[in-house]
């Protein structure tokens, strides 16, 4: 069993900068692929960046690419998503998520733990 816990979510101006971090319960953390998504408002949730345990494979949505960055550390069993450039489509509760193995998948349905999500709010 995988416990995720995000931080870091909050209120920011368009433009600005947030950093999310998604810290793992459980000893086999550098064994899982780890994902973030996103549910906006009246919106199904969505794939925002995904990698694999070592990082070599890693995915981003088209609507973040170049603006938002995922990275995790393995010894401290946490993920994290560093945001830039911020817009106000980006408002959303971020989720992380996590399943057993190396393949990298945006596919919300191939991820078995699921945090309890974090709000984003950009405003304009």
């Known amino acids: 069993q995988v416990q995720l816990v995000e931080s870091g979510g909050g209120l920011v101006q368009a433009g600005g900068s947030l950093r999310l971090s998604c810290a793992a319960s459980g000893r086999t953390f550098s064994s899982y692929t780890m994902g973030w998504f996103r549910q906006a408002p009246g919106k199904e949730r969505e794939f925002v960046a995904a990698?694999?345990?070592?990082?070599?494979?890693?995915y981003y949505a088209d609507s973040v690419k170049g603006r938002f960055t995922i990275s995790r550390d393995n010894a401290k069993n946490t993920v994290y998503l560093q945001m830039n450039s911020l817009k106000p489509e980006d408002t959303a509760v971020y989720y992380c998520a996590a399943r057993r193995g190396p393949y990298t998948s945006k596919d919300q349905n191939d991820y078995t733990y699921w945090g309890q999500g974090t709000q984003i709010t950009v405003s304009s």
């Open positions: 990698n694999n345990w070592s990082g070599g494979s890693t």
